[in-house]
């Protein structure tokens, strides 16, 4: 197993020291959790990628304290990226801009840009301030996976790195992946979808292009299957449910709001109706569904929109996205 760490100061220095030395280490977001190297290090940053078996072109986000920092690694950091740092930073907002070299090619999957975001966790602050430079983190899973939101979901990913520190900053408080805006073209586009939308984006700096749910976006990395369960897993709609379960001849582990009534043999892992707690406990919950040992997993998305709703289902649609012909096994 991975070592758990209490976030003390002693263990963020230690964790500075491991980055300085181009090792990774794991730490606690608002959103997910990371799994963060030196961003100016290739050797670093391959070592990430080796780690989450994730194609080396799907470029990862550079995490920073604050604007000030960020300005130091991008170009035009302009009035709309000081607006927004101003309104959600630290925040789950990631704001893509044209890169300088401190930030390297491997980081960002050779691109010309990079994504740049504050975290909001105490934690995360800690360790990029002892660091004193950006620190490249993509989500701490394997690739394609479900995302953790708590250490104890890191150290079940990474059991083959048992020398891996991990920060435990407690369960994530938004429990979904950054928004991702790019600031590099001429109208600003949501490439993913996130805790901060368009209505929030928009009086702060106009226009904002947002591609419907699910779009292959210019976002590379967020388009085929992802955030997947190893467990086969298929979007119900709710007034499709009962006839759906009828037909399955094996037990199924349903993923659907609370008080959802399900015959037996099959198990409701529910969630709640509020927004932010079903964000919060989206992917905790699909972990544990897809520990229950079913033969499927049913999601029964949900049919409200606007806001963090259209973030978990874009999500989802993912998650139950076409599977290659011989799934991944445990
Ligand atoms: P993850 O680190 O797993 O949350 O994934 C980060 C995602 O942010 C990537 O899959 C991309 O979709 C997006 N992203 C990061 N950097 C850039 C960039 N420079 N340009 C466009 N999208 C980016
Ligand atoms: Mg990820």
Redesign the pocket.
């Known amino acids: 197993m991975s070592v758990i760490l209490e976030p003390t100061t002693e263990n963020i220095a230690m964790c500075a020291e491991r980055l300085r030395r181009g090792m990774s280490v794991a730490f606690p977001t608002e959103t997910v959790y990371g799994l963060g190297c030196d961003a100016s290090s290739e050797a670093a940053v391959a070592e990430v990628y080796a780690m989450k078996a994730r194609p080396q072109n799907?470029?990862?986000?550079a995490h920073v304290t604050d604007a000030a920092m960020a300005k130091k690694h991008v170009v035009g950091w302009d009035v709309r990226a000081q607006r927004l740092a101003e309104a959600f930073w630290p925040g789950p907002l990631?704001i893509?801009l044209p890169r300088r070299h401190d930030i390297c090619a491997l980081s960002?999957g050779g691109?010309a840009?990079?994504?740049v975001r504050a975290p909001a966790h105490p934690v995360a602050q800690a360790l990029i301030a002892a660091f004193g430079r950006p620190i490249s983190?993509?989500?701490a899973n394997r690739s394609g996976r479900v995302s953790p939101t708590m250490a104890a979901h890191v150290a079940e990913e990474f059991a083959a790195f048992p020398e891996l520190p991990i920060l435990d900053g407690g369960p994530c408080e938004v429990g979904l992946?950054?928004t991702?805006l790019?600031l590099s073209r001429a109208r600003p586009m949501v490439?993913?979808p996130g805790a901060i939308t368009q209505k929030d984006l928009e009086p702060i700096i106009g226009p904002v292009a947002v591609p419907e749910i699910g779009h292959q976006a210019?976002?590379?990395?967020?388009s085929a299957l992802h955030y997947a369960p190893v467990t086969p897993t298929e979007l119900v709609e709710e007034k499709l449910l009962a006839s759906r379960l009828a037909q399955l001849t094996e037990p199924a582990a349903v993923v659907a709001f609370a008080g959802t009534e399900l015959q037996a043999p099959h198990e409701l892992f529910a969630l709640p109706r509020h927004p932010s707690a079903y964000a919060q406990m989206l992917y905790a919950t699909l972990r544990r569904a897809d520990a229950a040992g079913a033969a499927l997993i049913v999601v029964v998305p949900p049919s409200e929109t606007g806001g963090l709703w259209d973030a978990a289902r874009d999500r989802l649609k993912r998650a139950a996205a076409k599977r290659p012909a011989a799934p991944p096994s445990h």
């Not at 799907?58 to 986000?61: F, G, K, M």
């Not at 210019?218 to 967020?222: E, F, K, L």
């Open positions: 799907n470029p990862l986000i990631a893509v960002v691109r840009s990079v994504a983190a993509p989500s992946e950054s991702v790019d490439l993913r210019a976002s590379p990395g967020t």
